[in-house]
């Protein structure tokens, strides 16, 4: 029989969010350390927030909310613990409270290192890449089973079983709360790294439905910003909190009233945050003056934030900083051999030298990664051949842009450009 909810009124219930979304991850990684079990982590730190939900009513909400889920949820795990074995081995632990069992590694974050362990098991790079993503949304988010398979359009089943596959697998093979010995930092941050970009592109430019999943991309904003906190002096953490920070900025006004997309270089400037670009381009200064930055080295995420930073910063597009722009694409080009970044800088090259240049070059990338069956290929063909004056050949590349597109934020303005050339 479920729990009876009580009526919640509208400020403890936002101290009581505001609570979980920050305690959430660290009840959990402190309880996962101690017990080993996944499961038991997580349902202590949801039964302490059922018991808020039925006291907070009834006594107020406490001067420390956050510090009240902790406890409470420890509370519950030893009580648990001691029903099942009194000798057992995490109830030793637990009692104990001794870090000597537990791997340390500090990068000089203000952060305890519980957090970071719990970060780096989530996104250890021997689970699928969409697993960590899964893992991360539901551990270190704290979002429900629910919720993490509608943000990744699956069913709550086959996401349940995903979930409890993926910490089968961690278990069966050590993994939980493990952190890497120092010479394989890099490639551990990296795995980190890139599950919050996943977690961002997606929210951004949603593959599927209607084309903006504002909640994965503040998830990723989110960890994001812990990542920076807890690896202070990584260039690459900076670059890429600054990447979601000055892309996420614009967001009011990438998509019209009717909720179709709005290209950059039509968005009403005015409507961008700017405190989420002013911190956005902070995080970039950061990144550029990191340890691993000034050897004139960059990474994946710099050229990017680059990029969004002088797309960012140009009073208008027809001042937008095209030379530059291509500069960072050669970067970021030589660094991923992406045939993504390669047809957005054809689109970079057509803004710089004219769209024919950019035709020839879109359709060199095309030859060269044989790509034309790929749904971004016919768009850019059309804007470029649009620019270019050729509105016939663009209308017929619009129509096949409009398709192939998979979301409808996109079909929207796909149809508008096909309609404006009649």
Not at 87 to 111: H, I, K, N
Not at 174 to 193: E, F, H, I, K
Not at 197 to 211: I, P
Not at 308 to 323: F, K, Q, V
Request: aromatic share 4%; hydrophobic share 45%; net charge negative.
């Amino acid at each position: 029989m479920s729990r009876p909810r009580p009526t919640v009124g509208a400020g403890l219930e936002s101290s009581l969010e505001a609570a979980v979304r920050t305690q959430w991850s660290v009840i959990v990684a402190g309880l996962l350390r101690t017990t080993g079990d996944w499961d038991l982590a997580e349902d202590c730190a949801q039964d302490a927030t059922e018991r808020a939900l039925l006291t907070w009513p009834r006594d107020g909400v406490p001067d420390n909310p956050a510090a009240w889920l902790t406890s409470v949820a420890r509370r519950r795990a030893l009580d648990l613990l001691r029903r099942r074995s009194t000798e057992s081995r995490a109830l030793q632990a637990w009692t104990a409270m001794t870090e000597a069992t537990a791997p340390t590694f500090d990068f000089g974050g203000g952060y305890a290192d519980d957090r970071l362990r719990l970060l780096f098991t989530c996104c250890h790079p021997d689970l699928a890449l969409r697993d960590r993503v899964a893992l991360t949304l539901r551990t270190l988010c704290g979002l429900s089973t629910r919720d993490v398979a509608r943000l990744m359009l699956v069913s709550e089943p086959a996401m349940s079983q995903r979930l409890l596959r993926v910490r089968k697998q961690i278990l069966r093979q050590g993994l939980v709360m493990s952190v890497p010995p120092a010479d394989q930092v890099q490639d551990r941050v990296a795995a980190v790294l890139a599950v919050i970009y996943l977690l961002f592109t997606e929210g951004y430019s949603a593959t599927e439905g209607t084309g903006v999943r504002d909640e994965l991309a503040e998830e990723a904003l989110a960890l994001a910003q812990l990542a920076t906190w807890l690896l202070p002096g990584h260039g690459e953490a900076h670059a890429l909190r600054a990447l979601i920070l000055l892309q996420h900025a614009r967001r009011p006004a990438r998509t019209a009233s009717d909720g179709t997309l709005v290209p950059l270089e039509e968005q009403d400037r005015t409507r961008w945050d700017s405190p989420l670009l002013a911190a956005g381009m902070e995080s970039l200064r950061r990144a550029r003056a990191a340890p691993d930055s000034t050897d004139g080295l960059v990474g994946i995420y710099r050229p990017q934030a680059e990029i969004a930073a002088l797309h960012s910063t140009a009073p208008t597009p027809a001042e937008t900083d095209w030379e530059g722009i291509v500069a960072w694409y050669d970067l970021l080009l030589d660094a991923t051999a992406s045939p993504v970044v390669a047809m957005n800088r054809a689109v970079a090259i057509g803004l710089r030298d004219g769209p024919v240049a950019g035709l020839a070059v879109l359709e060199e990338v095309v030859d060269q990664h044989r790509l034309d069956g790929a749904p971004e290929v016919p768009a850019i063909r059309a804007d470029l051949l649009r620019r270019a004056g050729d509105r016939a050949a663009a209308h017929e590349a619009y129509q096949t842009a409009h398709d192939a597109a998979r979301t409808e934020a996109v079909r929207g303005y796909l149809r508008r450009r096909a309609a404006e050339l009649g």
